[in-house]
């Protein structure tokens, strides 16, 4: 079965695209925590990081450095947080996330935004790629 980020890619479900090409994807996340959060999604549905092809794994943080940059130029921020959870959805997904303390890293502030919201906010982090 289809993850939900799998008929995201497909374009089944609406998406926010910061990042697409042949291997993974870059969205914003529905619930972020702060502006800026987006999520890098190998296109190749994977449960485990872990299980990940290591190719594949390391294109992942390859596509994290290059848009982690651009969400510090978009959203002002002391460093680009990256977390690896997993259990929301069966489909490997790393989190990029400005952040300024480690509480921001608290997923209990995770809040839903609007379509235009995560609309600016992929836009902002294209403009700075």
């Not at 290059?66 to 969400?71: E, L, P, Q, S």
Request: glycine share 4%.
């Amino acid at each position: 079965m289809d993850s939900v980020f799998t008929r995201i890619i497909k374009g089944e479900l609406p998406g926010q695209f910061v990042w697409n090409d042949d291997h993974c994807v870059v969205i914003t996340t529905i619930q972020p925590i702060r502006p800026g959060h987006v999520l890098v999604i190998p296109k190749q549905q994977v449960d485990h990081w872990d299980d990940l092809p290591d190719e594949l794994a390391a294109h992942l943080m390859v596509v994290a450095k290059k848009v982690a940059r651009a969400i510090k130029k978009a959203f002002p921020c002391t460093r680009v947080g990256m977390t690896i959870a997993g259990l929301e959805v069966p489909h490997t997904h790393l989190h990029l996330l400005p952040i300024d303390d480690m509480r921001d890293f608290d997923f209990s502030r995770a809040a839903f935004a609007q379509a235009e919201e995560l609309a600016a906010v992929a836009a902002s982090i294209r403009a700075a790629l």
